[in-house]
């Protein structure tokens, strides 16, 4: 635009035409989405069996007797980061009530939007005063979903391993004897954020000792007292999901901006 309305004899400013731009819908509702967003932490979640986090993943099918699995499912407890993983042979609520049967006592579970999570399932869950909250999206169960890519690793691992030793005819489908032991190295390894094993760090939370976790990125901006803040009437756009205005997978000429401006009516400040 600066070198079109150069040809056409204006002497407008790159800085005039970066302000001009910023005032038209049109542009900030396709304007570039930032390469860094802080997203909420759940550090502040300090106590045992506060807060966990449940996901279903499909694996290999690993045949034992005249049972075949075919997923694997994981309940994390944010705070300590200990796991518990459950071999299922279908995707059932009913199946997916077996691994909720060690939780009791007031607590959230933080799950996807999965049928698997329904029917028996729920019932179980509420009849011990749990409560449960669907994720919007991944990033929300995202302590459960690494736990998945980390499992993952050392089971295929294994099955590399032992497909070295089998004719090329032949696949190892191998890992739900090993899902019990690889649970145990796990809660015995220290974690990168709490610099302890979650099996320390259920011990400190049962003799009351609040779990601090460090933060997993840094922040990239002003935070606390320094942090720029929006005022009273001041117009803003939300940024948006991808796809989220259409329902779908993510076109290239979605909006990455909200369509409407909004206007800041009310300032809440809480103390820290």
């Given amino acids: 635009m600066y070198n079109a309305c150069k040809k056409a004899g204006y002497k407008f400013s790159l800085t005039q035409i970066k302000n001009w731009l910023n005032e038209r819908i049109t542009f ?7 390469k860094f967003i802080q997203y909420a932490s759940f550090n502040g979640i300090r106590d045992l069996n506060e807060v966990h986090k449940s996901d279903l993943t499909p694996l290999s099918h690993d045949k034992i007797g005249n049972r075949i699995f075919i997923h694997r499912g994981v309940i994390k407890d944010v705070a300590t980061r200990f796991r518990k993983s459950c071999a299922l042979t279908n995707k059932s609520s009913t199946s997916l009530a077996k691994i909720f049967k060690a939780i009791y006592g007031d607590s959230i579970l933080i799950v996807d939007k999965g049928i698997e999570y329904l029917g028996e399932c729920r019932d179980l869950l509420l009849s011990h005063g749990i409560k ?11 302590i459960a979903e690494c736990d998945y890519q980390k499992f993952e690793k050392h089971a295929y691992i294994r099955q590399d391993a032992v497909d070295f030793l ?17 649970d145990n190295i ?22 009351g000792e609040k779990i601090i976790a460090d933060l997993s990125v840094k922040h990239r901006r002003l935070i606390g007292f320094d942090k720029f803040r929006l005022i009273y009437k001041d117009s803003v756009l939300y940024l948006l999901e991808a796809g989220k ?3 779908g997978k993510r076109r290239i000429t979605d909006m990455n901006w909200s369509p409407k401006v909004y206007r800041i009516k009310e300032l809440l400040i809480q103390k820290n």
């Fill in 132 to 142: 449960i909250i669907q994720a919007k999206s991944k990033r929300n169960i995202s």
């Fill in 166 to 182: 089998l004719p090329l005819s032949e696949r190892c489908r191998s890992w739900v004897k090993g899902l019990r032991l690889n």
């Fill in 245 to 247: 205005l259409e329902f």
């Fill in 186 to 207: 796990y809660n015995d390894t220290p974690t990168r954020l709490i610099h302890m094993s979650p099996n320390e760090t259920v011990k400190r939370a049962l003799k």
């Fill in 28 to 34: 900030l509702t396709h304007k570039p989405r930032p």
